[in-house]
């Protein structure tokens, strides 16, 4: 009994000491955690000014490399393009207005001659047939079944008018070359007054009506240019 009364009051003289330590032991933990709130916040704010900085950085490259790059490339298509369909004139600077009018006009029509010559383009016609030279409208054959676009051996063509309208249509690779007389004829133009021809290069598409499709060359989807034939007297 004597021993178990020393234990108690041993353990009772030891309970002040143990929460004299709890209570220094606190601050250190609340210290702690400030701490790491501080620091969490400092990550962030670097963080932030290395998204930042890395923005900026992609938008110096984007103004810098990729926007004339774009550009660039941009404008050599519109050349290309400018120059198949021929209107190369497009690319020019042009003449500015209330400047020398005779001269500015001469160089006109010299560019106008040069560029004529270079596409090969026919002359103008100043002179309109009577009405008894006007072609005598035949009657049309009938165009084939449109080919389904799943279907195999087929080809889209596009045929690409004086009006500037693109009309396309699909056939089969075997179908006679006849039909694309007969397609012109359907939609108003004669072909005793207008021609087929490739349109780069530009060439004249020889349409024979024992040849099909495929003989003449139009193997995968082609555009075709209308042309009005040149007029002899």
Known sequence: MAARGVVGIFFLSAVPLVCLELRRGIPDIVYLKEEEEKNEKRQKLVRKKQQEAQGEKASRYIENVLKPHREMKLRKLEERFYEMMGEAWKLSSGHKLGGDEGTSQTSFETSNREAAKSQNLPKPVTEFPSPAEQPIC?????????????????????????????????FLKSCSSQVLLDWMMRIGYHTSLYSLSTSFPRRPLAVEGGQSLEDIGITVDTVLVLEEKEQTN
């Not at 279907?151 to 500037?164: E, F, K, M, W, Y």
Request: positive net charge; aromatic residues 0%.
């Open 138 to 170: 035949k009657e049309v054959n009938d165009l084939p079944t449109l080919a389904s676009q799943s279907a195999p051996q087929v080809v889209t063509v596009a045929l690409r008018c004086p009006s500037g309208n693109v009309l396309r249509r699909r």
